[in-house]
């Protein structure tokens, strides 16, 4: 599967973006899916997760009531809506793809995904 992720962009604060995720292939839609983030200097951190139906979500501490993960499966893709951006929110953020078993729980570590696109670069100014 190959991800590609569009969306990013300089942005000032409390502004919103909405990133995508396209997928090459429509076994996508059987694949849990991840937004991770890395800023410069700092290691690659998890977002926010959804599982393949989309009944399922999961966000981190840090952007949860701000940010909202969705997807199409009908268009291979999953979206992050991120609202009231932050500097703090500054980072490349990266798509990625799970082949996460029906009944596992979503899951936040990054060497457990299986594919990755190649990542937006978003930028918060304040």
């Known amino acids: 599967v190959q991800l590609q992720a569009s969306g990013g962009g300089l942005v000032q604060a409390c502004d919103s973006l909405r990133l995508a995720c396209e997928a090459s292939e429509g076994t996508f839609s059987y694949y849990a899916a991840g937004w991770f983030r890395q800023a410069p200097g700092k290691e690659r951190e998890f977002v926010a997760a959804?599982?393949?139906?989309?009944?399922?979500?999961k966000y981190a501490d840090s952007v949860k009531g701000r940010f909202a993960v969705s997807r199409d499966n009908a268009e291979n893709t999953v979206y992050l809506q991120m609202d009231r951006l932050k500097p703090e929110d500054t980072a490349v953020y990266y798509c990625?793809?799970?082949?996460?078993?029906?009944?596992?729980?979503?899951?936040?570590?990054?060497?457990?995904?299986?594919?990755w696109g190649q990542g937006t670069l978003v930028t918060v100014s304040s």
């Open positions: 990625a793809a799970d082949n996460l078993g029906i009944l596992q729980t979503l899951r936040v570590v990054p060497h457990e995904y299986d594919y």
């Open positions: 959804i599982n393949w139906s989309g009944a399922d979500t």
